[in-house]
C-alpha cells in the first residue's frame, strides 16, 4: 500500500474502501466496487461471512476480482505528477508467465528458480497473486506432482518451497485433487518422520500445515487407512518446544489429531504414538 502524500489532496476513487490508502492494484468485485487486491483477499479470506464491504451483498471467498487497468494507470499518471513515479504500481502477473514458471517446476536445471519465483509470488506481502489464477494454472497439480517426485527420489531439495507454496495457494477446489492420494500422504509422513534434528523442523513445520488441510477434504477411506508413522510424526512436532518453538505447526498437529481420531482405529494409533 502507498503511504499518505502529506500537503497533498488524494482523490477518493484513489483510496481502497478497506485500507483507506492509495490503492497498489486495483481490482473490481462482482458488485461493482473497486479495493485494493490485497485488502480484499485479506478481507474475504478472514471474514466470517463474506460481504462486499461497503454494499454488504455476499462475496464467495473465491469470488472473480477484476483487474481495474484503467484506475490503475490513473493512479500512476498521479503519482508521476506528483513526484511518486518511482512508486508505480506492479504489472499485474499474466497467465503466460505463470505457465512459464510451472512448466519450469518439471525442468531438473529450472525447478528451484522457479519454485523461488512462485512462492515469492504466493507469499508476497505487497503483491498477492489471484490464487484463483493459479489453481487455473496448474498451480496445485504441479505441487503435488513435485512432492510426490522428490519422496519417490527421497530428495528433500527445495521441496519445502513446494508444502509451501501448496500451502500458500490452498482452496477448496484442490480436494479432487487430494482427497484421495495416498502418495501425497506417505509423502508428508516420510518428511515428518524424517531424523529429529534441527535442520529439518522449517520442512516438517511446511508438512503438518499441509497436513492439516488435507485430513479436512479426505475421503473417510483414506483417513482411515492412515499410516501409524504419520501419527509419529506429527507427535513429533509438539516435542519441538524446545527448540525453533513455533506455536503455528504445534496447532496444526493438534488439528491433524483432532480432525482424525474420530475415524477408525486412529484414536488408538495416536495414543500408541
Known amino acids: 500500500m502507498y503511504e499518505e502524500m502529506e ?18 492494484d486495483p481490482v473490481t468485485t462482482t458488485t461493482g466496487i473497486t479495493y485494493d487486491r490485497h485488502s480484499i483477499h485479506q478481507w474475504l479470506n ?43 504500481p506492479p504489472t499485474p502477473l499474466s497467465r503466460a508467465h505463470l505457465l512459464k514458471l510451472l512448466r519450469g517446476v518439471s525442468v531438473p536445471r529450472l525447478h528451484s528458480a522457479s519454485l523461488d519465483r512462485l512462492l515469492a509470488l504466493a507469499t508476497s506481502e505487497d503483491y498477492v497473486v489471484d490464487r484463483k489464477l493459479l489453481v487455473e494454472c496448474g498451480a496445485p497439480k504441479a505441487m503435488v506432482v ?7 527420489e527421497k530428495k528433500i531439495l527445495s521441496l519445502e518451497k513446494a508444502l509451501r507454496i501448496l500451502n500458500a495457494i490452498w482452496t477448496s477446489e484442490i480436494k479432487d485433487l487430494v482427497e484421495n492420494n495416498d502418495e501425497l500422504i506417505d509423502c508428508l509422513t516420510w518428511v515428518l518422520n524424517l531424523d529429529n534434528d534441527s535442520e529439518f523442523d522449517s520442512l516438517k513445520n ?16 483414506l483417513v482411515e487407512r492412515l499410516n501409524p508413522e504419520l501419527f509419529k510424526g506429527v507427535v513429533g512436532i509438539l516435542r519441538q518446544r524446545g527448540r525453533n518453538y513455533c506455536i503455528v505447526p504445534i496447532k496444526a498437529a493438534l488439528q491433524v489429531m483432532l480432525e482424525v481420531c474420530q475415524h477408525g482405529r486412529n484414536k488408538y494409533r495416536i495414543i500408541e504414538a
Not at 472473480?64 to 503519482?79: E, F, G, K, M, V
Not at 511446511?206 to 477411506?221: F, I, P, T
Request: aromatic share 6%; with cysteine.
Open 7 to 24: 500537503g497533498v489532496e488524494v482523490p477518493k476513487y484513489f483510496l481502497c474502501p478497506i485500507s483507506l490508502h492509495i490503492m497498489n
Open 46 to 88: 478472514t471474514a466470517t461471512d463474506p460481504v462486499c464491504p461497503v454494499t454488504k451483498l455476499p462475496l464467495s471467498r473465491d469470488s472473480d476480482l477484476t483487474p481495474n487497468h484503467t484506475l490503475r494507470r490513473l493512479i500512476h499518471a498521479w503519482l508521476t505528477c506528483h513526484g511518486r513515479g518511482d512508486r508505480a
Open 146 to 152: 513435485f512432492i510426490i517426485k522428490c519422496y519417490e
Open 206 to 221: 511446511a508438512a503438518v500445515l499441509l497436513a492439516k488441510e488435507l485430513v479436512k477434504v479426505a475421503s473417510s477411506s
